[in-house]
């Protein structure tokens, strides 16, 4: 799930604490509570100018695609993947600039780490769901 946004907007931050939207998506694949905090993000500050999502990767190897709409005053992408099977890690980008000075970026390419949503204190893969209480700050794994 991701978001095209503005400055104004946040959906998740390296060190900082995760939304409950942020934690129900990444420890159990639920995307109501994220959607309608982008929702209502955008209504409240109209920092978010558009929602997307890509279909799941079924297995430990493949790709999927999506397309994303910018504006000149939301330029910036953010997105959060789940990791399956996983406590609560996920991947994703925190506000991407997709404008470099005046013109649109051509190409981008970013290599992604894995982060612990710091909700959830399992330890391994499949650990059984043990909030984190209380909970922790997002940290790269």
């Known amino acids: 799930i991701g978001v095209t946004h503005s400055s104004d ?3 998740w931050k390296k060190n900082e604490y995760a939304s409950n939207g942020v934690r129900d998506f990444a420890e159990k694949g639920e995307a109501w509570v994220l959607m309608k905090e982008i ?4 209504e409240k500050i109209q920092s978010v100018h558009g929602i997307f999502s890509a279909a799941a990767i079924s ?3 493949g790709q999927t ?3 994303l709409e910018v504006h000149s005053r939301h330029p910036l992408v953010s997105f959060v993947v789940r990791i399956v099977p996983s406590p609560d890690w996920f991947v994703g980008i925190d506000s991407l600039n997709l404008c470099e ?3 649109w970026m051509e190409e981008v390419s970013v290599d992604l780490f894995p982060y612990d949503a710091g909700t959830d204190s399992g330890f391994t893969f499949s ?3 043990f909030a984190t209480i209380p909970q922790d700050t997002v940290t790269e794994v």
């Open 59 to 61: 297995s430990g190897t």
């Open 9 to 11: 907007y946040s959906m």
């Open 39 to 42: 929702e209502e993000a955008g």
């Open 65 to 67: 695609s999506t397309e």
């Open 127 to 129: 650990s059984p769901n």
């Open 101 to 103: 000075g005046d013109h």
